[in-house]
């Protein structure tokens, strides 16, 4: 690549960093939870026979790349430079020590023949493929037991060109279950910014078994029609940070999970210290989801400054029995809705089952959750909250929530309630007789 070229890119990455620096003074963020590192050598993709015309397929061009900077290994690592143009490919890997950049106008555009997409075991926290069982399909870009990787760039975009797959989900033709768009397994220290990602065949982003994961300045979007197409999944997976992420598809924009039922009980790895923030976006189910599959646990989840519109559910902690695991100190703060179908659920009756040895008795516990400062407009129902019986849900803590229906907070419908405990001060209209209005015993500390 000229020189020129690499020169740029050294100091568009210096200024970012340096705005990284200045940004981190004035406001919350998790930029200095994973450092973004400058590479030292730079290589392009078309020094491997890439073609950017949107006709090439350019699967073996990534592979090998990636081989060269895993065999070769430079200090201070590698960038991998996607230039602006059309770059068709089947699945490929990524390796420790290496950033992926893709260029202002560089697609990576998913080739829509399904057998360039290898099969994987499926998730031993899964027991099987999430849809069918089995194995499944590989992700179009995967990394599996890696570290100090940063996929970001100019805002170039990963096209997942997911019609084939949904297609396929909706004639019930799939034999195994649909590939992610960006995958991580048994991986550290990541990076992912300044970057489109469009069209996944499934779930976009799926960090799982993974530590010290940033995700920022990222775009998600799917139609809103589009089956399973999660924004950002964290699951089994601790350390996450993501913000100032435009999110739009057509299931939950994120949702953070820990494996289903009997696999993800043995499993035992857990989900914990989780943030979103500011994070605006639309989705028909949830905007932010924990669930349903929690079995391995969720523990310590921060959700803030987050603007949802024309979505099913704001807010929504599912779980069933047969899961076990347990979500707790869990807080929502400063959310806003615009358009939604309900405000607020937490629920212990959602979702399916792996297989029918699901254990009746793995009953999950729900602790410890505060959702603070949430304002509705055109909410058509406030929320529900229903936990299992003889398994209540214990300090729910509600505080500052206006949910207001199409025509003010008297014309929504009313709140539900069962099995739960915890307070509520300052929710409009009231949600129900079970949530105290007085702080006693310290039920909701730390809560207001
Ligand atoms: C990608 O990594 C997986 C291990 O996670 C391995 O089984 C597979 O062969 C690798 N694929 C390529 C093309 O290197
Ligand atoms: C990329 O998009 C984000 C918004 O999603 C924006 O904040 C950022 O400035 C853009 N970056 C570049 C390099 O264009
Ligand atoms: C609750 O979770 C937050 C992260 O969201 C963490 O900072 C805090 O220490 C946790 N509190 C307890 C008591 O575990």
Not at 46 to 64: A, H, Y
Not at 67 to 89: A, D, E, K, S
Not at 96 to 125: C, E, Y
Request: aromatic letters at 10%.
């Amino acid at each position: 690549m000229a020189l020129h070229v690499f020169v740029i890119l050294l100091a568009t990455l210096q200024i970012h960093s340096q705005c990284g620096v200045v940004v981190g003074v004035t406001e919350t963020t998790c930029a200095d939870a994973v450092p973004m590192r400058l590479r030292r050598e730079v290589i392009s993709i078309t020094d491997f026979g890439g073609v950017g015309d949107g006709r090439t397929l350019n699967t073996w061009p990534f592979r090998k790349a990636v081989y060269r900077i895993q065999h070769l290994r430079r200090r201070g690592g590698t960038l991998l430079y996607v230039p602006p143009g059309i770059w068709l490919t089947g699945s490929f890997n990524l390796t420790s020590h290496m950033t992926l950049f893709l260029a202002r106008g560089a697609v990576i555009k998913a080739t829509q023949d399904t057998w360039n997409w290898p099969l994987m075991d499926p998730l031993p926290s899964y027991g099987r493929g999430r849809e069918l069982p089995g194995g499944r399909y590989t992700s179009l870009i995967h990394g599996n037991g890696i570290s100090d990787v940063i996929i970001t760039g100019e805002n170039g975009t990963i096209d997942g060109q997911g019609e084939v797959w949904w297609n396929m989900w909706r004639q019930r033709t799939l034999h195994y279950t649909r590939p992610n768009l960006l995958e991580f397994m048994n991986s550290r220290d990541i990076i992912i910014s300044n970057i489109v990602f469009r069209d996944s065949p499934f779930w976009n982003i799926h960090p799982v078994y993974c530590s010290n994961v940033v995700i920022k300045y990222v775009t998600i979007l799917a139609p809103y029609d589009s089956p399973n197409t999660d924004g950002i999944d964290p699951d089994s997976s601790s350390n996450v940070c993501i913000e100032d992420a435009y999110i739009s598809t057509g299931d939950d924009l994120v949702a953070v999970k820990s494996g289903w039922d009997e696999y993800g009980i043995a499993f035992g790895r857990p989900s914990w210290s989780v943030t979103v923030r500011r994070l605006t976006g639309s989705s028909p189910f949830s905007g932010i989801a924990i669930g349903s599959e929690a079995s391995g646990g969720v523990d310590g989840v921060l959700v803030e400054d987050v603007h949802l519109f024309n979505t099913g559910i704001g807010i929504h902690i599912k779980t069933n029995i047969g899961r076990g695991g347990y979500i707790r100190n869990v807080t929502f703060a400063n959310v806003v809705m615009h358009n939604v179908r309900k405000g607020i659920r937490i629920a212990g009756d959602v979702g399916d089952h792996p297989d029918e040895y699901f254990n009746r008795y793995a009953v999950p516990m729900v602790d410890g959750v505060t959702i603070r400062n949430v304002w509705g407009q055109n909410v058509q129902q406030p929320g529900s909250i229903e936990g299992i019986k003889n398994a209540p849900f214990t300090r729910i803590c509600l505080s500052n929530v206006k949910l207001w229906g199409a025509g003010g907070w008297q014309s929504s419908a009313p709140w539900r309630c069962a099995e739960v405990s915890g307070a509520a001060f300052g929710v409009r209209p009231w949600p129900c007789a079970q949530l105290a209005t007085t702080l006693t015993g310290g039920i909701c500390s730390g809560a207001v």
